[in-house]
């Protein structure tokens, strides 16, 4: 098991090139304490326009230890009461948790990442999971890594994250032009609608 903290958030006009700076000071900081971080621009979907800011741990002991150690860090203190005297950015998800139950993380061979996110019980898990594993089988052909993440925290707890991780923006748009309309993704595509919902899809690319 492994988790996925995220925080993002909405510059708000003429203000995204200090929230870019403020999001890459934070990063550093969590980065100090052990997390593994990834600052991101979301490119499409309903974020589009937002900044994120993506914490990898191990397990919820490493996750709260790093929170514990961040909150008592001095430059991050600072950077709260800099941001609560200056906002720049309205927040629209907040330190929420996802935990993986697929795949691993690439993020430093394969920074862009499209997302899948779907409304399903989570007694529909197991037959996911299964199909997951399909994906993951057909998409590594071509070198796309394949995760499934389920939320800990957030507004829609019946739900599933599944990430597509590729090396670039032309190799997404490769894989769409071939693997994603070819009939075994098709295939697999109709049988997840016989137990989940595509509800969105958005994209990310690096900070």
């Not at 903290?5 to 203000?15: E, L, M, N, S």
């Not at 690439?106 to 779907?118: D, E, G």
Request: charged share 20%.
């Amino acid at each position: 098991m492994s988790l996925l903290a995220h925080t993002i958030v909405r510059p708000f006009p003429g203000k995204r090139s200090a929230v870019e700076t403020r999001a890459r000071h934070v990063a550093e900081i969590y980065a100090n304490h052990g997390a593994s971080v990834k600052t991101t621009n979301f490119i499409a979907g309903p974020d589009a326009g937002c900044i994120g800011i993506l914490r990898g741990y191990p397990d919820f002991t490493t996750a709260v230890k790093t929170l514990n150690a961040v909150n008592a860090d001095p430059a991050f203190i600072a950077f709260e009461k800099e941001r609560e005297a200056d906002p720049h950015a309205e927040i629209i998800s907040a330190r929420n948790i996802s935990r993986r139950i697929f795949g691993e993380g690439k993020w430093p061979t394969h920074p862009v990442t499209m997302m899948r996110q779907y409304d399903i019980s989570r007694g529909n898990i197991p037959q996911a999971l299964e199909l997951l594993a399909e994906v993951s089988e057909l998409m590594s052909q071509s070198d796309v890594n394949v995760l499934g993440l389920v939320p800990v925290t957030g507004d829609n707890m019946s739900s599933m994250m599944v990430s597509y991780q590729f090396h670039s923006m032309e190799h997404n748009a490769e894989i769409l032009d071939t693997v994603g309309v070819s009939e075994a993704m098709q295939s697999i595509i109709a049988k997840a609608s016989e137990f989940g919902t595509l509800r969105s899809a958005g994209m990310m690319v690096p900070l």
